[in-house]
């Protein structure tokens, strides 16, 4: 289910009323105000604030965000299976950003791992339960991400770009069951969670992000698998 809503689409035609309806019920679902009650694991935690020392421009912030994601990158792999670029995302250069993805791959490079092979994705990979990724959102539109190969509880976490207000909101769904929505906490972030034991990898998670305003985020997944 990949459901989006380009920015020169009139959210007032018929046609696009079911569409309407839905982004209106992803935007009612993102909390005004509240911190996530529960708490991330080291590992996730750690990754958090590496991709949080991408905000600053100095030089120092960028090596220290390399040093930590090159120190930790037994544990984590690129979430590829994000696909290509959606609409509804900006283009390269359109909107500023962590420049992650260039970052994890200069690191996977130097450490000699094929980020894929064939058919295997991330998700499906049993040596990796943290997964990554920077994409973005255009304003006034809604990204979906539909993800296979998550097993047991989940974590995600959404870090904007932008820590000056808040200008997106996001939401999960397994196969079709409704959205919840993710939870702010400290520093802009967004938190959501699958409590889910029984989750196997053959269901779909899907990811829901829809912008205010032009804006480059992280994804970070904790796929823990049990």
């Known amino acids: 289910m990949i459901i989006f809503v380009k920015d020169h689409i009139n959210p007032l035609r018929e046609e696009y009323l079911p569409m309407k309806k839905y982004i209106l019920l992803l935007i009612a679902l993102c909390p005004l105000q509240g911190y996530a009650q529960k708490q991330l694991d080291d590992n996730l935690n750690s990754l958090v604030r590496s991709v949080l020392e991408l905000r600053k421009t100095d030089v120092k912030s960028q090596r220290r965000a390399q040093e930590q994601l090159t120190a ?53 990979d049993a040596r990796f339960d943290y997964t990554l990724c920077e994409r973005s959102v255009k304003a006034g539109c809604t990204v979906s991400f539909p993800l296979k190969g998550r097993e047991g509880r989940q974590c995600f976490v959404i870090v904007p770009y932008s820590d000056k207000g808040s200008f997106i909101c996001a939401a999960l769904s397994v196969d079709d069951d409704e959205p919840v929505a993710f939870e702010p906490s400290d520093n802009g972030i967004l938190i959501g969670w699958i409590d889910n034991p029984q989750l196997t990898g053959e269901q779909t998670v899907t990811l829901f992000i829809y912008g205010k305003q032009n804006q480059a985020f992280a994804i970070l997944n904790h796929n823990s698998r049990k």
């Open 72 to 124: 930790s990158f037994a544990i984590w792999n690129p979430m590829v299976e994000t696909g290509d670029l959606k609409d509804g995302e900006c283009a390269y250069g359109e909107v500023e950003g962590f420049q992650l993805n260039r970052l994890m791959h200069q690191i996977a490079s130097s450490q000699k791992r094929v980020i894929t092979h064939g058919d295997m994705r991330v998700g499906t």
